[in-house]
């Protein structure tokens, strides 16, 4: 089984900085981290980034130039540095992982920015 574990979430103030973390652990062998999306309340899951197994990055046009993914694959870990924080970014941001054609989520951790 793998599983997937977001952190880093929090409150912050608009224009403040958090950083996310997604650890995977377990089945792992095979397993690509492939990015992060999120869901504000009411609102679809929406994507926000996807990176490659060797760091390229590709962001949706809400987060370029303020969000940074990146990994580390020693450690199983993606990381999302978030910059410039809007009250819009307030959502639980989840990663997407995959093992072929199974896809796995975290439980996802809680931004929240105040205005």
């Known amino acids: 089984q793998v599983q997937l574990v977001e952190s880093g979430g929090g409150l912050v103030q608009a224009g403040g900085s958090l950083r996310l973390s997604c650890v995977a652990s377990?089945?792992?062998?095979?397993?690509?981290?492939e990015g992060w999306y999120r869901q504000a309340p009411g609102k679809e899951r929406e994507w926000v980034v996807s990176i490659t197994p060797n760091g390229a990055t590709n962001y949706a046009d809400a987060v370029k130039g303020r969000f940074t993914a990146s990994r580390d694959n020693s450690k199983n870990t993606v990381y999302l540095q978030m910059n410039s924080l809007k009250h819009e970014d307030s959502a639980v941001y989840y990663c997407?992982?995959?093992?072929?054609?199974?896809?796995?989520w975290g439980q996802g951790t809680q931004v929240t920015v105040s205005s």
């Open positions: 377990g089945s792992i062998s095979g397993l690509h981290i």
């Open positions: 997407l992982a995959r093992t072929g054609p199974r896809t796995h």
